[in-house]
């Protein structure tokens, strides 16, 4: 039997699946909808430094992204972040503090008070909760106001753009309700488990990198490596199910102004999930109903370059801004300290907007540079004015892991094993990190390829 895999969207999640079902000699075709592949990861010029647009630091933390670099041979064109840029920094009252980054350091941080470091020693002796908790009623519970306020909210602020409030414990932060279901106490089961894995080797880094050129350089080679199985400009408006096995799917999609069809065996929406609602809807109601149900919160992120002379890296890779200092920023990177390799000048990119100021990110560019200048005033204290300014806006930036997601994920999954021929992938699946969205995509591809070997 004659077997095509169509799959929809060129972003990350997208281009990895095509990329390791082409490997495999499957006939694949990619459309994406824009003119470019890569989604929401790009490289761009400004001042005549190269900013990351999306993510701009990526960990080496599984096995997938590993493989992927091996597989795209660009191990060697890998960049580390430089060892001045492991401090993090939290704004607390003013003024940057640094996380601690070990039980040690967090015995004696002025991040926390007396009560506070007091308080964690109870969190062993706290009950379970049977039901599902939000970020903050978890955290609170088991560790007390202040580790929320000046731990959980920035980390959420820098990972998920979102307030504690907004987040489940159980679809977000899985290994902590494990350890507490598992072990009684979140802090216990951390020992243990470190314990158990004391010794074992991993795959991989474990290291913060990037490229000369960004991210982007990954995004780049996939595209290479797909060649004419990528269609951009592709706009897909329609998903069937045929019933017939070969051709069991059909699309029709718009390019160049026409409209065309195009069948397939299998396919696999690698879209955010309001896009992905609304190519399901033909198929299933209730799952588009479902899938309507994911919210994105804002992101804008405001690339500066200074006058190295005028303005010196800060050591550390950045300053996370919690919600109680209310300022008007999420946070900043210190993009020229984490890889000075790259940069001659002093790079900073500031985030703003999120779940927690939706509308600050939806303002014009002009607004949102003078927004991030006083921004860095009021955190680092630096009132020079920039050589250079650029601003990347995403409306949808980043999914929300809400109250009952677990539900909306099983619904999907229950989908797929039922129609067995219709796939999702993107970062709403199993994580929002990039080589969270690798792994995801990567293992749709072999269920996708076991399917045919057994076929």
Request: glycine letters at 8%.
């Given at each position: 039997m004659n077997h095509q895999v169509i799959i929809i969207g060129g972003g990350l999640a997208g281009l990895v699946c095509a990329f390791y079902l082409k490997r495999a000699n499957v006939d694949v075709k990619l459309f994406e909808a824009s003119a470019n592949t890569g989604g929401k990861i790009a490289s761009q010029q400004v001042g005549g430094e190269r900013f990351d647009v999306g993510p701009n630091t990526v960990l080496e933390s599984n096995e997938s992204i590993a493989r992927l670099i091996d597989d795209l041979h660009l191990r060697e064109r890998m960049i580390f972040a430089d060892a001045a840029s492991n401090a993090r920094f939290v704004l607390k009252h003013g003024a940057p503090v640094v996380m601690p980054a070990s039980p040690q350091t967090f015995l004696t941080t002025p991040l926390f008070s007396g009560l506070a470091k007091l308080r964690l020693l109870r969190e062993p002796f706290i009950g379970i909760s049977a039901r599902e908790e939000t970020l903050a009623e978890f955290c609170e519970r088991r560790f007390g106001r202040e580790v929320l306020d000046y731990a959980l909210d920035p980390f959420l602020i820098g990972t998920y753009a979102a307030r504690a409030g907004d987040l489940s414990a159980d679809a977000c932060l899985k290994l902590l309700r494990e350890l507490e279901q598992a072990h009684g106490s979140v802090i216990k089961g951390f020992f243990k488990?470190?314990?158990?894995?004391?010794?074992?080797?991993?795959?991989?880094?474990?290291?913060?990198?990037?490229?000369?050129?960004?991210?982007?350089?990954?995004?780049?080679?996939?595209?290479?490596?797909?060649?004419?199985?990528?269609?951009?400009?592709?706009?897909?408006?329609?998903?069937?199910?045929t019933g017939q096995p070969a051709n069991?799917?059909?699309?029709?999609?718009?390019?160049?102004?026409?409209?065309?069809?195009?069948?397939?065996?299998?396919?696999?929406?690698?879209?955010?999930?309001?896009?992905?609602?609304?190519?399901?809807?033909?198929?299933?109601?209730?799952?588009?109903?479902?899938?309507?149900?994911?919210?994105?919160?804002?992101?804008?992120?405001?690339?500066?370059?200074?006058?190295?002379?005028?303005?010196?890296?800060?050591?550390?890779?950045?300053?996370?801004?919690?919600?109680?200092?209310?300022?008007?920023?999420?946070?900043?990177?210190?993009?020229?300290?984490?890889?000075?390799?790259?940069?001659?000048?002093?790079?900073?990119?500031?985030?703003?907007?999120?779940?927690?100021?939706?509308?600050?990110?939806?303002?014009?560019?002009?607004?949102?540079?003078?927004?991030?200048?006083?921004?860095?005033?009021?955190?680092?204290?630096?009132?020079?004015?920039?050589?250079?300014?650029?601003?990347?806006?995403?409306?949808?930036?980043?999914?929300?892991?809400?109250?009952?997601?677990?539900?909306?994920?099983?619904?999907?999954?229950?989908?797929?094993?039922?129609?067995?021929?219709?796939?999702?992938?993107?970062?709403?699946?199993?994580?929002i990190s990039v080589p969270d969205t690798i792994a995801h995509a990567h293992t749709v591809a072999e269920k996708i390829l076991n399917a045919l070997i057994n076929d």
């Open positions: 488990r470190a314990k158990e894995n004391r010794g074992v080797k991993k795959n991989y880094s474990g290291k913060m990198f990037s490229f000369e050129h960004g991210f982007s350089e990954v995004m780049t080679s996939l595209r290479n490596e797909l060649g004419q199985a990528v269609l951009t400009e592709a706009q897909v408006n329609t998903l069937e199910a069991g799917v059909r699309v029709r999609y718009t390019h160049q102004g026409d409209t065309f069809e195009a069948s397939a065996s299998t396919v696999v929406i690698a879209a955010q999930a309001d896009s992905a609602a609304y190519l399901i809807e033909g198929v299933d109601v209730k799952l588009a109903a479902t899938l309507r149900q994911i919210k994105s919160s804002p992101v804008a992120q405001v690339f500066l370059v200074y006058d190295r002379n005028e303005v010196a890296s800060p050591q550390g890779f950045g300053l996370l801004v919690p919600s109680k200092e209310q300022q008007e920023i999420l946070g900043v990177v210190f993009n020229s300290r984490i890889f000075p390799a790259r940069y001659q000048q002093t790079v900073f990119t500031v985030f703003i907007g999120g779940s927690r100021q939706p509308e600050l990110a939806r303002q014009t560019d002009d607004d949102l540079k003078s927004l991030a200048g006083r921004g860095l005033a009021a955190t680092l204290g630096i009132t020079a004015q920039p050589i250079d300014a650029a601003v990347a806006k995403w409306p949808d930036a980043i999914p929300q892991y809400g109250l009952g997601y677990n539900h909306i994920l099983q619904t999907v999954s229950d989908f797929e094993s039922h129609t067995k021929n219709i796939f999702f992938t993107g970062n709403w699946r199993s994580g």
